[in-house]
């Protein structure tokens, strides 16, 4: 995937775009010089075929990727997203940041991430389940609970977990159900797994806003993307008193000055495809009044807080000199490019970056990767307790370093983590390679 904007200076790879971040935080870490290379590359990357017998009795031939990052600090981690637009460039971007995320949250993760390009709303749930087992049958040499561990992403979810799992579990002739996390409660999920995204970032903001003087009564929210992450945190919102002003789907939006009933529109919207359908052929129509909107519109309205929870590349230079909203708490993975970052920064809008916002669900999978592992399940309350705990806890050691170098919070969460990884690199010590000679 390329950036192209006319804007940005030329079309550069989601990957290149992604590890300039790095570059960033520099200035304000010690980190040795060798440790710094080995961050600027993936540790392994893994494209495979994948035969699918589809039900019309045609056989057709998938692409899938598996990337692991960085493994330093632990197993590679990360999701598997099924989408078009999935490709090498864009599987490395999202372990990268994986591999960043685990470290800010100080998990025993590396980064890791793999995908599948397809429509998944063109195959049907058998064609999903034979494609989902072909892809682990494809990757089975490459990850295991101590080697690199799955889970959901975007168009994935705990159903296609469990197939996974299972196919993992039937090629090792042994129940692994540590190889995946995300899965159904009653193959070894964990409790609050399904809404820990969103409870993450719920976490994150109402730690950060009070900072801010920033009630929850007087704060207008856009959000954009209404799936499992974008809809829990909207109406996690509009419960604690938030005015949720907007929502949007892959089909457009819907505003409402006056605020939206958002637990009315994620149970039409479950019956419905879309969020725009259902606002205009069912009852929720009638509540308030509302304005259809386009995605992009939503990026430019008028609120406190702009919640890009859908895809990457959202806010971008060409647009970034028009979002008007004094806070971006990003959910979506690498929502903005690097080149809207100084314009937003101009502006006085405060990011709170992807890697911090939505940690919540490598949280809450690294719960139930110990759950698997000690055979002992938590209740909701205990994960919700230590979810809670570790968010607050490394949102405001980020802050602490945005405060004391004066920094943005995206540099301060890089600079973060990477100090964890550099420490984590450098006690590996030197067995890998020789300096100068000097053996
Ligand atoms: P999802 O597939 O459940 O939802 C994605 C939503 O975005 C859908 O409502 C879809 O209609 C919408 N969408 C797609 N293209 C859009 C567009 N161009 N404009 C507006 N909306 C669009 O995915 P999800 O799990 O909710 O993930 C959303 C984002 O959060 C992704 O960037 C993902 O990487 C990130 N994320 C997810 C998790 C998790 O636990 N699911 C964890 C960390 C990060």
Known sequence: MTIESP????????????????????????????ALKRLKYPKASLSVSIPVRMDNGSLQVFQGYRVRYDDTRGPGKGGVRFHPNVSL??????????TFKCALLNLPFGGAKGGITLNPKALSRQELERLSRGYIDAIADFIGPDIDIL????????????WMMDQYSII??????AVVTGKPLMM??????????????????????????????????????FGKVGAVLAELLCKAGYKVVAVSDSQGGIYAETGLDIPNIRRYKQQSQSIQELYCNDTVCDIVEHEI??????????????????????????????????????????????????????????????ILVNAGGVTVSYFEWVQNRSGLYWTLEEVHQRLKERMVEETEQTWNVAQEFSIPMRTAAYVHGLHRLGEALDAKGTRDYYQNGNH
């Open 7 to 34: 804007l940005e200076k030329s079309p550069v790879s989601l990957f290149t775009d992604a590890s300039s971040r790095l570059e960033m935080a520099l200035k304000y870490v010690n980190i040795s010089e060798d």
């Open 89 to 98: 460039d864009e599987v490395q971007s999202l372990a990268f940041w994986m």
């Open 151 to 162: 889970a959901p992403d975007v168009y994935t979810n705990s159903m296609i977990m469990g």
């Open 172 to 177: 090792q002739r042994q129940v692994s159900p």
């Open 188 to 225: 070894g999920g964990s409790q609050g797994r399904n809404t820990a995204t969103a409870t993450g970032a719920y976490y994150v903001i109402n730690t950060i806003l009070p900072k801010f003087d920033q009630l929850p009564e007087r704060t207008t929210v856009a959000i954009q993307g």
């Open 293 to 354: 909107i386009s995605n992009e519109d939503l990026l430019k309205l008028d609120v406190d807080v702009l919640i890009p929870a859908a895809l990457e590349n959202q806010i971008t230079a060409a647009n970034a000199e028009q979002i008007q909203a004094q806070y971006i708490f990003e959910v979506a993975n690498g929502p903005t490019t690097s080149a809207a970052d100084p314009i937003l920064e101009d502006k006085g809008i405060y990011v709170f970056p992807d």
